[in-house]
């Protein structure tokens, strides 16, 4: 059974680059997300093995997304994505529980062997 992951980004391209790394693992159902409100919501309706979630967002931002998220679980992990060269949000996001950052742009194969790392080190 392939497990299930949310993609949150405004910018359609990144859903779709992060969609495609995800798919290339063949082991992932994606569902995508416009912004953090519209994420959370899905959350409440859907279990997911495994989150991406754009910091700047319109309605919900990615750190608030994660405040919310957290305090419902605690054990997905969560993924942020940001084109700041230097996030500010950075320390905030992993004292809330997010397990790693990406920088845009990336090569949807960054997805992959990040994917594997992760799956590795919970084998």
């Not at 992951?5 to 798919?23: H, N």
Request: aromatic letters at 8%; glycine letters at 6%.
């Amino acid at each position: 059974m392939a497990k299930k992951a949310l993609v949150m980004d405004d910018s359609p391209i990144i859903r779709k680059m992060v969609t495609f790394g995800l798919q290339k693992t063949k082991s992932y159902e994606v569902v995508q997300a416009g912004n953090g409100q519209e994420g959370l919501d899905l959350t409440k309706q859907h279990e997911f093995d495994l989150i991406f979630s754009d910091i700047n967002m319109p309605q919900m931002n990615g750190v608030e997304f994660l405040t919310e998220f957290r305090k419902g679980n605690k054990t997905t992990p969560v993924f942020m994505l940001t084109s700041e060269q230097e996030s500010t949000f950075k320390p905030k996001c992993l004292e809330l529980g997010a397990n790693g950052f990406f920088k845009k742009p990336f090569k949807p194969n960054t997805i992959e062997a990040a994917l594997k790392q992760l799956l590795d080190e919970n084998a």
